[in-house]
């Protein structure tokens, strides 16, 4: 990856391949995960256990293969659990459906599962080695025989192994290979000659897709947002052209939404029905309510709430505020830190004033009051129900209800300034 943060961190979809994968074997109702890491890598144990907490964790000292790194969690293996599932933190797109295929033949009798795919270029993959519905082997692309490499169904690394047998089976793995490590695939010839039965699941490619550089990062994430479009159509809203959002995993969307071209969505956002995103919006931390309208070229951020039916209008950005029913900001306008109540106006270029270089301030504006172009609201102030600010005014007293507020110089006229300006002017000029 050419990085200083560990593969595994690397975000798809703005959650790191590890938390992906733990997330969805969260999701199929694993009772305990075992994390086996690097030397020194707290890095990445903290981020598994940030989404489940219980998850232990395991240090593979030396790099020995997947069968040995599958061993450093020794302790897990020993508590003989029903199933063992492993899988890999840089492959985040396997889904949690595929892991219930993978658990299914177990219960059905087989000691070991292998998941595999029918890959367009073989080349580099381990072969499925069948004997009808039963796995014989999986030979390494570098072990195999010129007959083996022609076969197509691969490898994709994830196992289940039975509780009862994976430390066995585990434990005769060896290391006589050409890279002279310990290949946990080796299980699958193991138990074949202790007499047990083994299976294969098969799924797309795409969905086995290993992350080992930066191209290969990106092609996950495109294969990520073609799934969660995907999801957000089948849910019931309309994404315009689907190719050019971009969400992120936790991103919710209710029924009849409208999402124009160019809209970007961080962590955090909850958009309810019937609401409209316009184009090149950038929405993180945010929740539109019912029917209202973001955009164009609108950012929210952390903390924004929109209120029903509220309008939120181009280049205008939002940070920890929250707009009441109805209430509309135009244009180019920021509010951060302030609560903006129902019905109110807010005029082209307001903004709240909120950090003095120290601290964060509020300002709260009252029902169906209306703030004109151009002003400066300093916090920590508030405007009244129904009062009015004039335009280009800076407030830095409350203004109470239904009352005028004028902060700005008195304007002064000077009749035919401007014709001896000019001619004072041209006189220099000629000099």
Not at 85 to 113: C, F, K, M
Not at 119 to 144: N, V
């Amino acid at each position: 990856m050419k990085s200083d943060r560990p593969k595994v961190l690397h975000e798809v979809a703005n959650r790191s391949m590890v938390g992906h994968v733990v997330a969805t074997v969260m999701a199929v109702g694993a009772t305990e995960v075992a994390v086996v890491v690097g030397p020194g890598r707290d890095d990445v144990a903290r981020e598994a256990r940030t989404i489940m907490p219980e998850a232990e964790v395991f240090v593979q000292r030396e790099r020995l293969g997947t069968g040995h790194a599958v061993l450093s969690a020794r302790a897990a293996l020993e508590k003989k659990p029903d199933d063992v599932i492993v899988v890999y933190a840089d492959t985040p797109l396997v889904s949690a459906e595929t892991l219930v295929a993978l658990r299914r033949p177990l219960a059905e009798g087989a000691a070991v599962v292998a998941l595999g795919f029918e890959a367009r270029d073989p080349t580099g993959y381990g072969r499925f080695i069948m004997a009808g519905d039963q796995i014989l082997d999986i030979r390494e692309h570098k072990d195999a025989s010129e007959a083996e490499r022609a076969i197509t169904l691969c490898n994709g690394g994830l196992m289940a192994i039975r509780g009862d047998v994976a430390l066995d089976l585990l434990d005769r793995v060896g290391n006589q290979n050409a890279k002279g490590e310990y290949y946990l695939t080796d299980i699958v010839a193991i138990a074949r000659l202790q007499g047990h039965r083994t299976a294969a699941v098969t799924v797309a490619e795409e969905e086995v897709h290993g992350v080992n550089d930066r191209a290969q990062l990106a092609a996950a994430e495109r294969m990520m947002q073609e799934r969660l479009r995907h999801a957000a159509m089948a849910g019931g809203a309309t994404l315009i052209a689907p190719e050019t959002v971009f969400f992120s995993h936790d991103t919710k969307i209710g029924r009849d939404v409208v999402i124009e071209p160019n809209v970007v969505f961080g962590l955090g956002v909850v958009i309810e029905d019937h609401a409209v995103i316009h184009s090149f919006s950038h929405l993180e931390g945010a929740r539109i309510a019912a029917g209202a309208a973001v955009g164009p070229f609108a950012r929210l951020r952390p903390g924004a709430v929109v209120g029903p039916k509220a309008k939120v209008g181009n280049f205008v950005e939002i940070k920890n505020s929250q707009l009441g029913a109805g209430a509309k900001v135009g244009h180019l306008t920021y509010l951060g830190d302030a609560t903006v109540g129902p019905e109110v106006n807010i005029g082209a270029g307001t903004i709240t004033c909120n950090y003095d270089g120290f601290g964060k301030y509020r300002t709260e504006i009252g029902e169906g009051a209306f703030v004109g172009s151009n002003s400066s609201l300093v916090a920590p102030v508030s405007i009244g129900k129904g009062a009015y600010v004039g335009s280009g005014s800076v407030v830095t007293d409350d203004v109470p209800q239904d009352a005028l507020a004028l902060g700005r110089g008195r304007q002064v006229i000077k009749e035919q300034w401007a014709t001896a300006f000019r001619q004072k002017s041209l006189e220099k000029k000629h000099k």
